[in-house]
């Protein structure tokens, strides 16, 4: 995601405001243009050769500025929407928002397969020599994951169990070896499923040496990459996991978002705690404490869920597309900063 500025310089303009210059004076401006902003001079570089105080060199290059002799465009890769981005970085208080433009035809789809290429780049900024990466489970962060092709040396740590034992192969298990393998780092997956019956069967296996050994990376993971599901069939990993009437009992709390198994209301509160007890999964108040956690979210049907769980100031940077972006800039009230990290439970 690397951005440019592109610079022309003319010595000739057709506005009318530059007509008022004359031949020579448009010459020297266009020269002392070409040396600040393509040759990288300084002003009093310019103005010693060509003879005049550095306050002239300035006055000529915002002059040429106004009169149009010289233009500057920055562009960013036709995918991503700049505007956007930096718009809603600063609505939701991120670190960083990366907003992609998705295909027409795929704009009410969830997690277009774009954005995982978008934050496989993403992370390759972020992480830094020496890191832990932790990943939970989602089809966002395996794209993202079968996109990466560099990340500097560090450990990758699995942060969920897997939406099922049987698939591991095929879904986080894979997305923490290839990212380990890119990185040339160590893994430490976690072969659990997601969901367990009950809390003693859940707590059972937290205790088994492969498990144990990788919850205790998650106090050292330093960047996290996660998915975000609404509350819908298909949406949702966790939703999708439970019984009808499992799924009937948290809709009464009003659950709005999963992310990596915790359930959040539409304000950003945590629900349905009990769920938790049953999962293989990074606990929120560590997460909290994680310095970098990027969510991979989009499309208009995780909209919702998308703010919902930004106001829990558990995501500091998203990655994300157009057509979500659209409804998270108009979004109920202007959410609180993510990156103070408060619980919104004020547990």
Same mark, same amino acid.
């Given at each position: ?31 002392? $243009? ?12 310019? $103005? ?140 430490? /997956? ?6 367990? /019956? ?52 948290? $809709? ?91 619980? /919104?439970?004020?547990?």
């Amino acid at each position: 995601m690397n951005s440019s500025e592109e610079i022309a310089v003319s010595g000739m303009s057709t506005g009318r405001s530059a007509m008022r210059m004359g031949p020579a004076e448009l010459v020297q401006a266009a020269a002392m $243009a070409r040396r600040f902003y393509l040759e990288g001079k300084s002003k009093i570089q310019i $103005a010693e050769e060509f003879g005049v105080s550095r306050f002239k060199v300035a006055r000529v290059l915002e002059t040429a500025l106004e009169r149009d002799l010289v233009r500057i465009e920055i562009r960013v890769p036709a995918e991503l929407d700049a505007e956007r981005s930096d718009a809603l970085r600063a609505r939701y208080g991120l670190r960083h928002a990366v907003v992609v433009e998705s295909p027409a035809e795929a704009q009410e789809s969830p997690d277009p397969e774009n954005l995982g290429e978008v934050a496989a780049d993403l992370l390759g900024e972020l992480v830094n020599e020496g890191d832990v990466l932790g990943l939970a489970w989602g089809r966002s962060t395996i794209h993202m994951a079968a996109a990466l092709d560099r990340l500097p040396p560090c450990t990758v740590v699995q942060l969920t169990g897997v939406y099922d034992a049987g698939t591991a192969e095929r879904g986080s298990v894979e997305a923490v070896r290839r990212a380990a393998q890119v990185s040339g780092g160590d893994a430490h /997956p976690i072969y659990a499923p997601m969901l367990l /019956p009950d809390a003693a069967t859940a707590a059972a296996l937290r205790s088994q040496t492969g498990i144990a050994r990788a919850f205790e990376y998650f106090d050292k993971v330093t960047v996290a990459c996660v998915s975000i599901g609404s509350w819908e069939a298909g949406i949702s990993t966790v939703h999708d996991m439970l019984t009808e009437e499992e799924r009937a009992h948290y $809709a009464t709390l009003g659950v709005a978002a999963e992310m990596s198994a915790h359930l959040f209301d539409a304000e950003g509160r945590r629900v349905g705690r009990d769920l938790g007890e049953r999962c293989i999964t990074v606990e929120t108040d560590r997460l909290r404490r994680i310095p970098e956690v990027v969510a991979i979210a989009g499309g208009r049907r995780k909209a919702a869920a998308i703010d919902a769980v930004l106001r829990s100031g558990l995501v500091t940077s998203l990655v994300t597309d157009t057509s979500a972006a659209d409804y998270l800039m108009t979004a109920g009230t202007t959410p609180r900063p993510a990156l103070n990290r408060e619980d /919104p439970d004020g547990i």
